[in-house]
């Protein structure tokens, strides 16, 4: 499928013919004109139905949301880092239990582990996929296991077929931390619906972001997803009546509304994502910079993402080798190409985790990612022309020519 960037309202936009100068990480004013008319009319919508809490356009947008995932339930919430805390809290994991995660993620995933009291117990990480494999995995189990925690980094699942069935055998729950990763898909199943708990975000920077702050909670069981939607209103029910103690885990509204306008334009995006990286991947190659061994890149090459399958590309992530990550960084930020580090230390040596007692040097992929890896711009309404700049201005990096 040919990228078609979706357009843009104002001028300030790289067109045919004008030269590109600067490329942003992301740029979330690049919107559809007849999307931001259907915006625009779904907060007039939910504006004038003074239904500003729950209602009907929280439940329209579980129900399209569990048909585009194949998910038996979905529920709208806060945050992504609420629909962890919610899913872990609806599986009564708590104090003296250990959940097991990735130590090279972003902080909510040990964050919300931490806040219900219960232990993160961090494994490394595969070299190529960035992803926690089984091998570690199974390393990390003991008696005091309640649940695994694969996070989908950058928008690929982990080898989940591997990991479903260690926890199952074990009867211990898997939560996906797919906050990064909505449609992606591990051998034909959605992200969402192949654990106990599908976990998504909607924060502005994910491949399907709200206005603001919001996530998701998906499961396949009627139970678990009764209690999860108790739980996110306080745990009252009837209202004010309370068995359980929850919290104010609700989605807007509103936010809910502006999804529903967003969710059918999510496929073209994804497919748009794909062929930017696609892209990179052809230009790298061609300039003789791709490195043959992406996990541990010869000098003066780089190592390009792991791509098995469905990777939805949320973030385009590449691995700059010998301390010259932060070199390549600035050179392109003179370049005026936008770039992060996602992320600079892994959450084992987190100054507030200090009280596990862990060590530099023990997770060593986790450790080295967090030195050499660089996102680069992948946002869908790039035009073929900005990767083109981006991909010259880290081809010259890399070379050492900048
Ligand atoms: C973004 C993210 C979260 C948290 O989502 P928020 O909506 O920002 O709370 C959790 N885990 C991962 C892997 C994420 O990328």
């Known amino acids: 499928m040919n990228p078609q ?44 139905s003074g239904h500003y809490i729950m209602g009907p356009e929280v439940e329209a947008f579980e129900k399209e949301v569990a048909a585009l995932l194949g998910a038996n339930h979905a529920i709208g919430v806060s945050s992504g880092t609420d629909a962890l805390i919610l899913a872990l809290m609806s599986l009564g994991i708590g104090p003296g239990d250990e959940v097991i995660c990735p130590t090279y993620t972003f902080f909510a995933t040990a964050g919300s582990i931490w806040r219900v009291g219960a232990k993160p117990v961090f494994v490394d990480s595969d070299p ?29 699942c982990a ?101 529903r306008v ?28 791709a490195a043959k061994t ?20 949320n973030q385009y992530v590449i691995r700059v ?5 932060d070199a390549v960084k600035d050179a392109l930020g003179k370049k005026n190409v936008g770039t992060e580090v996602y992320y600079p230390v892994p959450l084992h040596l987190q100054e507030c985790f200090a009280s596990l007692g862990h060590r530099e040097g023990q997770f060593p992929h986790a450790e080295r990612a967090a030195k050499e890896t660089l996102a680069l711009p992948v946002f869908p309404e790039l035009s073929t022309d900005e990767v083109r700049y981006v991909a010259d201005a880290v081809i010259a990096a890399a070379k050492g020519a900048s």
């Open 5 to 48: 960037p979706m357009h843009t309202p104002d001028a300030a936009r790289t067109t045919a013919g004008k030269p590109v100068t600067k490329v942003p990480l992301l740029d979330l004013t690049r919107i559809d004109p007849q999307q931001l008319a259907e915006l625009r009319a779904a907060f007039d919508r939910v504006l004038v």
């Open 128 to 156: 190529l996929t960035y992803n926690a494999t089984i091998d570690t995995i199974a390393k990390a189990v003991t008696s005091k296991t309640k649940a695994i925690m694969p996070v989908y980094l950058f928008g690929q």
């Open 159 to 259: 080898d989940m077929e591997s990991i479903t069935a260690f926890a199952a055998e074990r009867k211990i729950a898997v939560i996906e931390d797919a906050a990064q990763a909505l449609t992606a898909r591990s051998r034909g199943k959605a992200a969402g619906t192949i654990g106990t708990f599908g976990c998504f975000s909607f924060f502005p920077s994910k491949n399907l972001g709200c206005l603001g702050d919001g996530g998701l909670v998906t499961t396949q069981d009627a139970a678990l997803a009764e209690k999860a939607r108790i739980l996110r209103v306080h745990g009252g029910k009837p209202k004010y009546y309370h068995k359980m103690v929850g919290g104010n885990f609700r989605i807007d509204a509103l936010q809910a509304a502006l999804l």
């Open 262 to 289: 967003k969710l059918p334009a999510l496929a073209a995006a994804t497919s748009a994502r794909q062929c930017n990286a696609a892209l990179y991947a052809e230009l790298f190659a061609k300039a003789g910079v």
């Open 294 to 313: 992406p996990a541990s890149p010869a000098p003066g090459t780089i190592g390009l993402p792991g791509i098995h399958g469905d990777h939805i590309v």
């Open 321 to 325: 080798p010998g301390g010259r990550r």
